[in-house]
């Protein structure tokens, strides 16, 4: 295994004392020259010219897709190609990441509950490939599990022969190349890189770069050229700003990778505001924050996702023997602060696991107070008087009406007593803060240097004419 440090670094290998040279391209792509040098590690001089110039060849030909597909939509913005966040740093320039190491599982993570932005659930696609002659590289972003138990030894042993599982190039390329359109846009926390299955097909290095939304054809280094260990998950942390659409991964030599995943927040382009909407979609920028500790089966965005092909697709919780155990609540945050009409709780596929019923609670909280959602007022959003509400069956959709009639951006359930459920649905309007913002714009006007006099005048007047009416009266 290799090693690793466990702090951000800024354009240096996170597995070995290196460098990476400046290079100017017509992709505006700007690596900075850094050198660290780090106990335990063995130095590279490392030199991503050759690499840079076949990089080239393909974004060009990417980005006349993407240029010409942005010219035929209206709601694309062109912003800046210099984005800045809130410490100075520049983020189309440089990617900050951490190698984590010794992970072998998602949950051990600090993005365990981000959405992953390639998945196949997503609708990501491959939009181009250098060479997959021996596995597709659509297989990058595929969610379903292949049983290994089931593929014959020879089939397991011989990496280029058999079952593929996920993208592997024929042998004697010096890099592979694939660029794939994320189904979501988004920011992106995190990434595994999985090369469980491949050993001596596994490349040696992996380097990443995003197509940033805003800017077509301007493209950002996620991960620079980094070691990769090979049969084993290889967790990446990441910090950028910017919001990706495209993700292109390069593997050198070329070999084999199983799946790709990119963790991040969803960044929709618009919400709709005049139509009811699913405010709980993982597509709209919708999240679990907090999952129930006593799940058994079920990954993290598993109920706000539009899939539902078997139980696997949806949670369940372990049996509780005990009423007296503590409630364990899901919480959900919604894609924007709503106005919620109705719930749908899915049990498809759960006939003998079904929850008896739901609790649905909701609660509406500012940003400092997003910490604290467990000392956060929460109201019911059903009627537990009429207990037909939260009554679930096996197999069903059900629809259940809200009675909650203010904004909410958080909810949070629990099954009763326990058992499985496929999805929830909030269906509800975006709430839109007309009347605060007329205040605000009442109060800018009346704060206006002009405004003021004319105010000033006008309780004159005012104060003259009542003088006037009461000398009169007397």
Not at 192 to 208: E, H, N, S, W
């Amino acid at each position: 295994m290799v090693d690793s440090t466990d702090i951000y670094e800024e354009g240096v290998e996170s597995s070995g004392s290196c460098r990476t040279d400046n290079i100017s391209s017509s992709t505006d792509i700007n690596i900075s020259t850094e050198t660290s040098t780090v106990n335990a590690f063995i130095q590279i001089n490392d030199n991503e010219e050759e690499l840079f110039k076949n990089n080239n060849i393909i974004l060009n030909k990417v980005n006349e897709k993407i240029l010409a597909y942005s010219d035929n939509k209206d709601d694309v913005n062109i912003s800046s190609s210099e984005s800045i966040n809130n410490n100075g740093y520049n983020t189309i320039k440089n990617a900050l990441y951490r190698r984590i190491p010794s992970i072998s599982n998602l949950h051990d993570t600090s993005f365990r509950n981000k959405i992953d932005l390639a998945a196949d659930y997503q609708g990501s696609n491959i939009m181009f490939v250098s060479d997959q002659t021996f596995g597709a590289a659509i297989n990058l972003l595929k969610t379903t599990v292949v049983d290994e138990t089931k593929l014959k030894t020879w089939e397991k042993e011989n990496e280029e022969n058999g079952i593929q599982n996920g993208w592997l190039v024929k042998r004697h390329e010096p890099n592979a190349s694939a660029v794939i359109q994320l189904g979501v846009s988004g920011t992106v926390s995190g990434i595994d890189v999985d090369l469980r299955g491949y050993k001596q097909c596994a490349p040696a290095k992996i380097f990443l770069m995003g197509h940033i939304r805003d800017s077509p054809g301007k493209w950002s280094k996620i991960l620079p050229k980094t070691f990769v260990d090979q049969d084993s998950h290889n967790f990446f942390e990441i910090k950028n700003a910017n919001v990706f659409s495209h993700i292109q991964v390069t593997m050198e030599p070329g070999g084999g990778i199983s799946r790709l995943r990119v963790y991040g927040d969803v960044v929709p382009l618009s919400i709709p505001v005049d139509k009811v909407i699913n405010l709980a979609s993982n597509k709209l920028g919708a999240e679990i924050v907090q999952k129930p500790l006593n799940l058994i089966r079920g990954n993290i965005p598993n109920i706000i996702l539009d899939r539902a092909d078997s139980s696997d697709d949806g949670w369940i919780s372990a049996r509780n023997k005990n009423t007296r155990n503590i409630p364990q609540y899901t919480i959900i945050k919604l894609a924007t602060k709503g106005v919620v009409e109705r719930f749908v709780v899915d049990t498809k596929h759960f006939i003998g696991n079904a929850p008896q019923s739901i609790v649905i609670q909701g609660c509406s909280v500012s940003n400092q107070d997003k910490q604290n959602l467990d000392n956060i007022n929460w109201v019911n959003l059903i009627d537990e008087e009429d207990q037909s509400q939260g009554i679930l069956y096996p197999n069903m959709f059900h629809v259940i009406s809200c009675i909650h009639m203010d904004p909410i951006t958080h909810i949070r359930i629990q099954p009763i007593p326990d058992g499985g459920i496929q999805q929830i649905k909030v269906k509800g309007k975006v709430y839109l803060e007309l009347t605060s913002a007329r205040n605000e714009n009442q109060e800018r006007k009346t704060n206006i240097p002009g405004n003021k006099r004319k105010r000033k005048e006008s309780e004159k007047i005012t104060s003259r004419r009542s003088l006037r009416l009461a000398v009169i009266r007397k």
